[in-house]
């Protein structure tokens, strides 16, 4: 039974630090993309981040670079996002996909997906 398991969400204030966890049960990530993603009330899901296991690439939205940092445990079974210099506007429900394409943006390229951890962020 293939399931991921999003933890790590929370209440930060703004400038403060928060770590995603994404761990994988009935398959390894060492042939997945595996991707991060957030949708705040009345928006779109987009994708926040994403680690493509066949070649290390590492991708970020322009929203979060420079903050967030993607990372994969050595065993290859859990892939951490963290966040650092939060800011209200990161305040969203986060979501871990993985996807056998790699990292597409879009996230129909996503098979799996796990459940999503609340993160808010105040002011």
């Known amino acids: 039974d293939v399931q991921l398991q999003a933890s790590g969400g929370g209440l930060a204030q703004a400038g403060g630090s928060l770590r995603l966890s994404c761990a994988a049960s009935?398959?390894?990530?060492?042939?997945?993309?595996v991707g991060w993603f957030r949708q705040a009330p009345g928006k779109e899901r987009e994708r926040v981040s994403c680690?493509?296991?066949?070649?290390?690439?590492?991708y970020y939205a322009d929203s979060v670079k420079g903050r967030f940092t993607i990372s994969a445990d050595n065993a290859g079974n859990t892939v951490y996002l963290q966040m650092n210099s939060l800011k209200p506007e990161d305040t969203a429900v986060y979501s871990c996909a993985a996807s056998s394409f790699g990292c597409p943006r879009q996230t129909g390229g996503y098979e799996y997906w796990g459940q999503g951890t609340q993160v808010t962020v105040s002011s």
């Open positions: 009935g398959f390894s990530f060492d042939v997945y993309g």
């Open positions: 680690m493509g296991k066949h070649d290390g690439r590492t």
